[in-house]
């Protein structure tokens, strides 16, 4: 036990010592240099977290608007042998009774052939301009209060109640916005507000006038036929209000796992698929942020092992020149266990230096920038996804890599013998 003890306190005299020395090497470092290094770890920080937190809000940036202006946080759909959610009037009424409800929107959907040239003689072996879609039949002032979808509009404006000869075109449909032309693939070209289209779904065929055109990004209404939930019933031939969508948005901070438990319990379960935005998300989109993920985590070890690299450049050079000064450290009775310590403490000092400055740099100007003005990718609103957990994580493994590659360079120079250290051999 006096043994151990014994170790304990040497070991505890080393780091005191190596503290004493690291503060006064620090103190009469040239200020430029440690400036350079500082900005170096910061650099390497914001590449381990910027990097990887762009590349993951990419694809967030297209979940939380999918979120936010389509599925809300419940979603129910029919189950998968059904074409509708059965009993659909009673599933909002209970929605509605659950804590947390603030908005549901009722939609119907379907598959439609949209044809802009239907009234041109063409030859027998052309093809009508004409695009697939998506039919989407909405109430527009409940799809205001819910989503707002309605500010996206790039042309023209949104359908209002009683606009049972008009119809939105999402931009995915139009050869202006989507510049595409592939076997398999058709738009829709001269197509402008006040143009006339016929849709067509299954032998039920009709002709609406083009109100507006939709732009938000959010693959439910870019890709779709927007029009009147009555006309969406005609066409798809519902005569009852069973739909194929009910989405739910809930308060912030309410739990929608609870919230899907009680629709469940309210008998919602028995009608139609219940879930959570979370369990809704196609795999493709949960692979793709997996992906994106492990990609930005690739390209910032580069930049953690840059940052290792130059560490150990410096601790190096400044062993190498000092020489002289550690072997008369040693040569006094200072353990070459203190004086190693006393590299590794500046080496966290540089790295802790920059890891705050890249902290405060991130959260008080970067995040909010992104929220501000987010990335404009053609298929979502790119944001930076920095998360406290996260950072911290990222944080201490600049910091254990910086230690080690300050230790190494400090243990080659201490190893060689005092005598020679000393007379510069």
Known sequence: MPKKHGIWTRWKTDIRVGMFLAKRDLKRANPWTTTLIVFVMLLTFLNLVVVSGILVGLIEGSVSADKQYSSGDILISPFLNKAYIENTPEAVAVAKTIPGYVASVVRYTGSARVESNYRTTIAADELRDGAGGSLLGVDPTAEH??????????????????????????????????????????????????????????????????????????????????????????????????????????????????????????????????????????????????????????????????AAITIFIVIFVNAITRRRFIGILKGIGITPRAIAVSYMVQSIFYALAGSLIGIVVVFAFLKPLFVAHPIDFPFSDGILVATVPGTMIRTVILLLATIVAGYIPARIVIKQNTLSAILGR
């Open 145 to 306: 209060n819910f989503s707002g979808i309605d500010k996206f509009m790039v042309e023209g404006s949104f359908i209002e109640p009683g606009d049972s000869d008009s119809v939105v075109l999402g931009k995915n449909l139009l050869y202006k916005y989507t510049p595409i032309e592939a076997p398999g693939f058709q738009t829709l070209k001269d197509i402008s507000v006040g143009s006339r289209i016929r849709i067509t779904i299954g032998d039920v065929k009709k002709e609406y006038y083009v109100k507006g055109i939709i732009a938000s990004k959010v693959d439910t209404f870019d890709s779709s036929v927007v029009m009147l939930n009555s006309e969406a019933r005609k066409l798809i031939g519902r005569s009852d209000y069973n739909a194929n969508q009910i989405a739910i948005e809930l308060a912030p901070g309410t739990d929608p796992l609870i919230a899907k438990k009680m629709l469940i319990q309210g008998g919602v379960g028995d009608d139609g698929r219940v879930q959570t935005h979370d369990e809704a998300l196609p795999k493709f989109l949960k692979d793709i942020q997996a992906t994106f993920g492990i990609l930005g985590n690739a390209i910032s070890s580069i930049g953690l092992v840059v």
